[in-house]
């Protein structure tokens, strides 16, 4: 949340996380009308913009709305709900659209009427413009981005996230069932929000805690999901399925490096790691009795593994991968990291069908599995 300004009356929710602001702007906009919004005292103005032309009534709309007193008196609150309209694409930079913003701020410049607040509610909404760097100045602004799932440590991130929502609906998850739960639903908030609800329901009043099995029998996969989804079919050797959800994800319109960076050199390098921790003789079939031995290695053994931002070794990856990691010799996994970066460097720096290096990737990958058995 960007500082406050004492005494503003312009309120701002924006971000990537389409579920979250509209959450958070609805909540919002029911604590600034104390929930009484009878149609006549407060305006709300849908935001969504078809062109140019569109934007530009919509602004005026609004900045008709915010010199409108009350009808009868006291606080008015203008939504100004889902502006589409704030981005950088062919509206958003159309002159038209541009004009329509700037009568806006200029309107919220000049100062708005005694007990009349502005709300905007949007998803996207372009940094470089004088709009959002009067809003930063000027408004209380609170901002609501999807989390990187590309970046190390994305899962921690959506655990905080999945356990305080549970809370608040008296769940209290296994710590297995977490991560699995984080690694099937991803990184939506809404996503998250719809499947919280449905395990609430399946579970009923009289079981609040959450198990791996339940998970299991109620997420469905989302992209994240999909993304553990290829990782698993590679452990097993599965390489029918991994080309397929691959395949899949190419065909929407995924694209091919964050594949990769997502789901396959992870899950290459934690079943080396995780045969690297086998050898060691820790115990491999239960979470807490591993989590507690790799706690109890010596720093300097702990180091290499993957980290979480708080400190501390991300576990539950490597147990996933132990496993999987017995289908492979060490000399295999080696190849299969060595194939595995020849073919990101391809990606990033050849011409090369991205489908045909993905796909020679897998066969390497799950052939040395094959191997071992």
């Avoid at 958070?24 to 006549?40: I, K, Q, S």
């Avoid at 004088?130 to 609170?142: G, M, R, S, T």
């Avoid at 694209?255 to 045969?275: D, E, H, Q, Y």
Wanted: charged share 30%.
């Amino acid at each position: 949340m960007a500082a406050a300004k004492p005494n503003s009356n312009i309120f701002a929710i924006v971000g990537s996380d389409d579920g979250r602001v509209k959450e958070e702007a609805l909540r919002l906009h029911r604590e600034l009308t104390g929930g009484n919004d009878d149609g006549f005292t407060h305006e709300t103005i849908d935001g969504n913009a078809d062109n140019s032309e569109g934007a530009f009534q919509i602004c005026r709309s609004v900045v008709e709305a915010l010199n409108t007193m009350p009808f009868f008196g006291g606080e008015k609150v203008v939504w100004l709900k889902n502006a589409s309209f704030l981005i950088d694409d062919v509206t958003g930079r159309s002159e038209r659209t541009l004009s329509g913003v700037d009568s806006l701020k200029s309107c919220l410049e000049a100062g708005l009427g005694k007990g009349v607040v502005f709300l905007l509610s949007a998803t996207g909404i372009d940094k470089r413009r004088a709009f959002w760097k009067f809003l930063e100045k000027n408004a209380q602004v609170k901002a609501y981005d999807k989390i990187d799932t590309s970046r190390e440590g994305w899962q921690e991130e959506v655990a905080d996230l999945v356990e305080k929502r549970a809370k608040d609906l008296g769940l209290r998850f296994e710590p297995e069932a977490l991560e699995l739960f984080v690694m099937l639903a991803g990184e939506a908030t809404r996503q998250i929000g719809n499947e919280l609800e449905k395990i609430d329901l399946y579970l009923g009043p009289d079981r609040r805690e959450v198990n791996a099995d339940d998970v299991r029998r109620m997420v469905p996969l989302s992209r994240a999901g999909v993304v553990f989804e290829i990782g698993n079919a590679l452990q097993t050797g599965n390489a029918a399925r991994a080309l397929e959800l691959i395949d899949h994800q190419l065909e929407r319109g995924e694209n091919a490096i964050g594949l990769m960076r997502a789901s396959i050199i992870p899950t290459v390098r934690n079943l080396f790691m995780a045969k690297v921790l086998a050898e060691k003789r820790l115990p491999m079939r239960n979470y807490k009795d591993f989590a507690a031995a790799v706690d109890r290695l010596p720093e300097m053994e702990r180091l290499w593994l993957p980290q979480k931002k708080t400190g501390g070794v991300n576990i539950y990856p490597l147990f996933l991968c132990l496993r999987g990691a017995e289908a492979f010799s060490m000399e295999g996994l080696r190849g299969a990291m060595e194939s595995t970066l020849k073919a990101d460097r391809s990606l990033v720096t050849t011409g090369l069908d991205h489908r045909l290096v993905l796909h020679r990737l897998v066969a390497e990958v799950t052939s040395a599995a094959a191997k071992r058995r």
